[in-house]
């Protein structure tokens, strides 16, 4: 009698029609085995052996260099259950039109089997998952970001409790790509793509869009959002999740070496893109890491941006589109040091310095936790952290002061509901448009967003002390288009004065969006900030949030009656507090 898992992997490979199944085990002599073989057919390059030892560089077809947000669907019986922001087909249209794609797609390839398990092993919250797909980089790739193989295939056992994800290159064509999502049936099709987040499904596939959907069922919550630790100077950690959206400097948050390190200020890696939270058994909202490795983005990556993955990527790492040196050395721009001659630019053609850039804008780095010196010691607790801050920011060159905190955690809902970034090269399309955002969930949302809404403001009802809800802007830019804030580093002065306002230290004004900080609030010693700039990060403009107000207002029609009417009563505040009086808080 076949095990559900094995069913499904023989229904698979009727269809498909691989020359032969391996299925994974995730030990050191299969990865030894798939590496070899990727280097011998050109999918891996290795990478100098003395500088950057097991690393490897990839490059994709260059049509497939980012998730395709208008190649993915949910499909759900009904349109309504995806909602306004998802591209929809019904379940049965979506199979007849991709299994075309599937049949005989694998003919000739080998179909790698991957179990993994998504969270730390030994959580209660942990769920299994298994992909299907004929491509030895996903194979690799999942060994890094997950927990894959005999760990996983153990603990499913004869079980039908696990999240099927069906994966094929096809032929790479854009046309014929396709990313399906079963909320209904926990079913996951990806063909077309070996890219990121649209061939490896644990990823956003799974941890974000099928998660969602059970999250909501089953009261928590899956969130696009690192997880980070701040230590005080009495070595108490204080746990914040934080939602920005893709290429916006998560993983350089989530990994910061802080500023004020010479105050006792640290910050701890618990994950860096996905946070799932649960109510724990003390009432208070716990998160786990559902993924084990960093899928991140490295132009703009460099020992002054992030020197704790610049330290962890010199051994067993993937790298994906960048550029080689003559040294075989990744290059990207914006890494240390100067410019090298004799650079092969991402798609391997000899590169001279010019307008295209030598690296894809989306390039990545693919790294082990293990690896990263940074992780919270806590970073794979069964429970989870606990959460005392939500943060939630965007890229926005105006608009948006450096920090605010909402009234309360319905406000904070509007607030995440009424995120908004310039895009950013993570997806393919204009990069530099201001779209919205809300929590950073737009293109990972398994169902209507409107009931999203609704769920967060029920999380807020069912924990005990919610955490207190922030918003950042990082990117505020002057009058001459220079950044305002330092970042980086120094972003742990707004982390501290969060703490400080969780712990009731630190004075806030009162402005129509929320409570910013009131000046001598935030630590800025040594950062030779002027008092014209700090005026200008903070400023909340009546007039830009008025027409903030109507921009989201247009945004939240689109829900219709979908929308919780506390986000309505939200809105109509701000509309009224906008029209009293412009505020510089002094
Ligand atoms: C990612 C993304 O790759 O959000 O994490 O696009
Ligand atoms: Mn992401």
């Known amino acids: 009698m076949s095990t559900p898992v094995e069913s499904w992997v023989e229904e698979s490979a009727r269809l498909t ?19 070899d073989g990727m280097l011998r057919d050109g999918t891996f390059i290795e990478l100098n052996p003395k500088t950057y030892p097991d690393s490897y560089l990839h490059r994709s077809s260059p049509t497939d260099v980012a998730r395709t947000e208008h190649l993915t669907y949910i499909c759900t019986r009904e349109k309504s259950e995806a909602g306004p922001t998802n591209n929809w087909m019904a379940p049965e249209q979506a199979k007849d039109m991709v299994r075309p794609l599937f049949d005989g797609a694998m003919a000739g390839r080998t179909m790698y089997v ?41 603990r499913l056992g004869h079980s039908k409790n696990f999240v099927p994800g069906l994966h094929s290159l096809g032929d790479l064509d854009p046309s014929r790509r396709f990313i399906v999502h079963f909320p209904e049936e ?34 928590w919550m899956a969130e696009h959002m690192l997880i980070l630790g701040l230590e005080d100077p009495s070595g108490k950690i204080t746990y914040m999740s934080a939602a920005f959206p893709s290429a916006c400097g998560k993983t350089n948050l989530a990994m910061m070496v802080s500023g004020l390190e010479d105050q006792g200020y640290r910050v701890w ?10 109510v724990g058994s003390d009432g208070q909202l716990r998160a786990i890491n559902p993924e084990a490795g960093f899928f ?31 040294e075989k050395e990744p290059w990207w721009e914006g890494i240390d040091g100067a410019p090298p001659t004799g650079l092969t630019n991402w798609r391997g053609e000899p590169y001279t310095f010019g307008k295209e850039p030598a690296a894809h804008p989306n390039s990545r780095y693919t790294v082990p936790a293990s ?60 990069v530099g448009v201001t779209r919205r955002d809300p929590m950073a969930m737009l293109p990972f949302c398994g169902y209507n967003m409107g009931d999203y809404f609704g769920h967060w403001l029920e999380m807020g ?4 002390h919610p955490p207190a809800i922030f918003h950042v802007n990082w990117f505020r830019r002057g009058a001459d288009g220079r950044y305002l804030w330092p970042g980086y580093g120094e972003n742990v002065r707004v982390l501290k004065w969060m703490l400080d306002r969780i712990e009731g230290r630190a004075a806030a004004d009162e402005t129509p969006i929320g409570y910013v900080p009131a000046r001598g609030s935030l630590t800025l010693d040594g950062l030779n900030l002027s008092k014209d700039t700090l005026d200008e990060l903070l400023r909340v403009d009546s007039t830009d949030w008025a027409n903030e107000a109507e921009a989201t207002g247009a945004f939240f029609a689109r829900f219709g ?9 939200e809105q109509e505040s701000l509309i009224s507090r906008t029209q009293k009086t412009a505020v510089v808080p002094k």
């Open 17 to 35: 029609k691989p020359a032969k199944i391996v299925w994974v085990d995730g030990s050191a002599d299969e990865h030894a085995r798939l590496v």
């Open 186 to 219: 926990q079913l996951i099709w990806s063909v077309g793509s070996g890219y990121g987040g649209n061939a490896l499904l644990g990823k956003k596939c799974f941890a974000l869009r099928i998660a969602s959907w059970i999250a909501r069922q089953e009261g």
């Open 296 to 326: 991140g983005v490295a132009p703009g990556t460099n020992s002054r941006t992030n020197p704790n993955v610049m330290k962890a990527l010199r051994r067993d790492t993937i790298l994906t589109n960048v550029a080689l040196t003559a």
């Open 371 to 430: 690896q990263v010196t940074c992780m919270s010691k806590d970073w794979e607790s069964p429970e989870g952290v606990p959460i005392s801050a939500i943060i939630f920011g965007g890229r926005r060159a105006r608009v948006a002061p450096l920090v605010y905190q909402s009234r309360n955690w319905q406000h904070g809902v509007y607030v995440g509901a009424t995120m908004a970034s310039e895009t950013t090269a993570a997806n393919t399309g204009a």
């Open 461 to 464: 009802r069912r924990v005990k």
């Open 561 to 569: 009656d979908r929308l919780p009417e506390e986000l309505r009563q």
């Open 114 to 154: 991957v179990p993994y398990i998504l969270g730390p092993v030994a959580s209660p919250y942990c769920r299994i998952g298994v992909e299907i797909t004929d491509s030895a980089y996903v194979v690799a790739s999942m060994r890094i970001m997950s927990r894959i193989g005999k760990v996983a295939l153990d």
């Open 269 to 278: 890696t618990v994950g860096d893109d996905i946070a799932w939270m649960h």
